[in-house]
């Protein structure tokens, strides 16, 4: 009979933290969590005495974007602390989002016989078969961040992003009083993250008859895409009253093709995630508000969920984090 631990728990005590621009993790909150949750009564560290030591992996998109780097310090210092229990490897795609090289560093894993990847995929239908075959080695999968359209996941662990670019979008639509011309610059296509926000971020549309969809463009989560994008529209419409980006580096490069325009007066922008830029451009006056959803909890928890599934606990099958928009007013 499996034991049951109701991770979810941990999630959220992770989430309420609110690690704004910090990468270390309170790992006594989450131990403290799992104890309350733990049907058995078992403590993590209890778990960590079983003489068990799993090589787990940890894959992310890319190693130049500062949100997977506080991923990737999150995830070290979780095999920091349970070094008597795992060993993590970092590991990423030498070419940023480059789904192939994802592939292939799964193949290795599977050939190095890892007892379980984590891996926030960069495309969530192309890592299927790379997934199936993880499975069919008998390695647990944890997805983190980015969801997997297949394959057998033993849980996800972030935040709902659906709610993510729903409320994001609220937010801008509020501060533009309800009416306005808005362009929304997405990730990239294919990736659930991305297609999530973007169906979020019309959803809410849909209670604000006043606002007009001026134009809906992928920038591969890239900074200098956006920029392009955000130039290109310049060009083509005279009246934005807000732009949204998905995530920050393109938020950042959208504030450079509007500030080089001259037109940052008259354009709200928002973005997603936060850290020393994204704050520094709320001071600024750049950015009217960002989106917050606490990546270095996402990496701990689903390394955690990892640990807790081999060593035979039932784990929740979607661990969803919460998140928040804050303003400058949430940093003085």
Excluded: H
């Excluded at 309350?36 to 005495?49: F, I, N, R, V, Y």
């Amino acid at each position: 009979m499996f034991k049951k631990i109701t991770a979810i728990a941990v999630g959220l005590t992770m989430g309420a933290m609110a690690l704004v621009g910090c990468s270390n993790v309170d790992t006594a909150t989450t131990t403290a969590a799992a104890t309350d949750a733990g049907a058995s009564g078992e403590t993590a560290s209890a778990q960590a005495s079983t003489g068990e030591k799993y090589d787990i992996a940890f894959i992310v998109k890319s190693m130049q974007s500062a949100f997977f780097i506080n991923m990737t310090d999150a995830a070290e210092k979780c095999g920091q602390d349970y070094a008597d229990k795992i060993n993590v490897e970092i590991m990423a795609p030498q070419t940023p989002f480059n789904i192939e090289e994802q592939i292939q560093l799964v193949e290795q894993c599977i050939t190095n016989q890892v007892d379980a990847i984590v891996i926030a995929p960069c495309d969530s239908e192309g890592i299927v078969p790379a997934i199936e075959k993880a499975n069919d080695a008998g390695i647990v999968v944890v997805t983190a961040n980015t969801k997997s359209n297949g394959g057998d996941i033993t849980a996800y662990v972030g935040v709902e992003n659906y709610d993510v670019g729903y409320s994001l979008a609220t937010a801008l639509f509020d501060k533009l009083g309800g009416e306005g011309n808005v362009i929304l610059i997405e990730g990239k296509a294919g990736n659930s993250t991305s297609e999530e926000r973007a169906e979020g971020f019309k959803a809410a549309m849909e209670n604000y008859p006043g606002i007009t969809l001026l134009s809906s463009q992928p920038a591969d989560w890239d900074r200098a895409s956006a920029m392009t994008v955000m130039e290109n529209c310049l060009q083509t419409y005279d009246d934005i009253d807000g732009v949204l980006t998905l995530t920050k580096d393109m938020g950042l490069g959208a504030i450079e093709a509007i500030k080089a325009a001259g037109r940052e007066d008259e354009i709200v922008s928002m973005t997603f995630d936060v850290d020393d830029d994204v704050i520094a451009a709320l001071e600024a006056g750049d950015l009217y508000a960002s989106g917050n959803q606490n990546e270095q909890s996402q990496a701990y928890i689903a390394i955690m969920t990892a640990v807790f599934a081999l060593d035979g606990y039932e784990v929740d099958d979607e661990q969803i984090l919460p998140i928040s928009v804050v303003t400058l007013e949430d940093f003085q």
